[in-house]
């Protein structure tokens, strides 16, 4: 049990790596992205897809619309991996309501 407790975080790691540096993620972000003033400085940013405001790119993520889903059983692989790095419901959101949303979601799947 131990051990496929720990191929599952290996897995799930490894995918989410990859999805860091995809093409669709990257080429989402490059239609996303535009030019925002921070003081007196331009900068690369974006407006949260949910509460609207610009932050700094450093401070955006993408974000699946739709959960990914889970990875705890080996029939998971293919939906997880359907979901994480083929699917087109992406927003660009900033880290405060990504976190909001993940934490809501995973409070809705535990009960």
Same mark, same amino acid.
Not at 24 to 47: A, D, M, S
């Given at each position: ?9 290996? &897995?799930?790691? %490894? +995918? /989410? /790596?990859?999805?860091?540096? #995809? ?6 972000? $490059?239609?996303?992205?535009? /030019?925002?003033?921070?003081?007196? @400085? !331009? ?11 610009? *932050? ?7 974000? =699946? ?5 889970? +990875?705890?059983?080996? $029939?998971?692989? &293919?939906? *997880?991996?359907?979901?994480? !790095?083929? %699917?087109?419901?992406?927003? #660009?959101?900033?880290?405060?309501? =990504?976190?909001? @949303?993940?934490?809501?979601? #995973?409070? $809705?799947? %535990?009960?």
């Amino acid at each position: 049990m131990e051990n496929k407790i720990c191929v599952d975080e290996f &897995l799930r790691g %490894s +995918l /989410r /790596r990859i999805w860091c540096k #995809y093409p669709l993620k990257t080429e989402f972000i $490059k239609q996303k992205r535009k /030019r925002i003033l921070i003081g007196k @400085k !331009l900068v690369w940013g974006g407006t949260c897809n949910i509460c609207n405001l610009d *932050f700094q790119a450093k401070k955006m993520q993408v974000d =699946h619309i739709c959960e990914v889903g889970t +990875l705890i059983d080996v $029939k998971d692989i &293919l939906p *997880f991996i359907q979901n994480l !790095l083929m %699917s087109n419901d992406l927003q #660009y959101v900033c880290i405060q309501c =990504h976190k909001a @949303k993940t934490k809501k979601n #995973y409070e $809705k799947n %535990s009960t």
